[in-house]
């Protein structure tokens, strides 16, 4: 069985940061690309960043130039850095994932991290 497990959420102050992790786990032949995303209540689940496994990066626009994703390819795992947070960034974040573990392909999400961001 393949999973993502998230961390990281919280409460922070606007201006502030925080850094969400995502770790895949079970029996995984490769991941192609990781992501995020974050869905407030009332709205559209959005893209906030994705990562390929060559390391090409895509954010969308509220967040460009204050968030960054990266990941470890040997830990199986992505990391979304979220500096200079404002209030309209709280949401639910997600992480997803395409991967593979050899005899099936996955589009896998995680639980679900909340971020609070108090003005």
């Known amino acids: 069985q393949v999973q993502l497990v998230e961390s990281g959420g919280g409460l922070v102050q606007t201006g502030g940061s925080l850094r969400l992790s995502c770790a895949a786990s079970?029996?995984?032949?490769?991941?192609?690309?990781m992501g995020w995303y974050r869905q407030a209540p009332g709205k559209q689940r959005e893209l906030v960043a994705r990562?390929?496994?060559?390391?090409?990066?895509n954010y969308g626009v509220s967040v460009k130039g204050r968030f960054t994703i990266s990941r470890d390819n040997v830990k199986n795992t992505v990391y979304l850095q979220m500096n200079s947070l404002k209030p309209e960034d709280t949401a639910v974040y997600y992480c997803?994932?395409?991967?593979?573990?050899?005899?099936?392909?996955?589009?896998?999400w995680g639980q679900g991290t909340q971020v609070t961001v108090s003005s």
């Open positions: 997803n994932a395409d991967l593979d573990t050899g005899w099936k392909e996955y589009d896998l």
């Open positions: 079970g029996s995984i032949f490769s991941i192609n690309s």
């Open positions: 990562i390929t496994g060559g390391g090409n990066t």
